[in-house]
């Protein structure tokens, strides 16, 4: 608890009514060359693609920009490319959101509940670096 505030670790707006919207959580944000990058955002951008079932968003480390935005995705489609989404994500998202890497999966890491495991896939990656 700081002040009137209480630290969840939630990414929110306000907009000019005052209305609050949660965007993403901070630990999942992902920097490009100093900008922020929310997970969601790419994530509800590729979702809108008729071939895709299910898709994670995380953040990989980079020797330049610091990181680089990688999507896991399951096919509803088995025909879709890795170039096809990449030119769907580009009609939506500034250069540096646009996935530089596409991992297509048959299933996603998912809590008891269903929801899709980011940081199980972020441990995955940092491994595979060594």
Partial sequence: MDGD????????TIDEQGFCKIVDRLKDMIIVSGFNVFPNEIEDICAMHPGVLEVAAI??????????VKIFVVKKDDALQASELKAHCRESLT????????????????TNVG????RSLREEEIAKLG
């Fill in 5 to 12: 505030w209480f630290a969840t670790g939630d990414i929110a």
């Fill in 115 to 118: 929801k899709i495991l980011r």
């Fill in 59 to 68: 953040g990989v480390p980079h020797d330049v920009s610091g990181e680089i």
């Fill in 95 to 110: 250069a540096y959101k646009v996935p530089k890497l596409i991992e297509f999966r048959n299933e996603l890491p998912k």
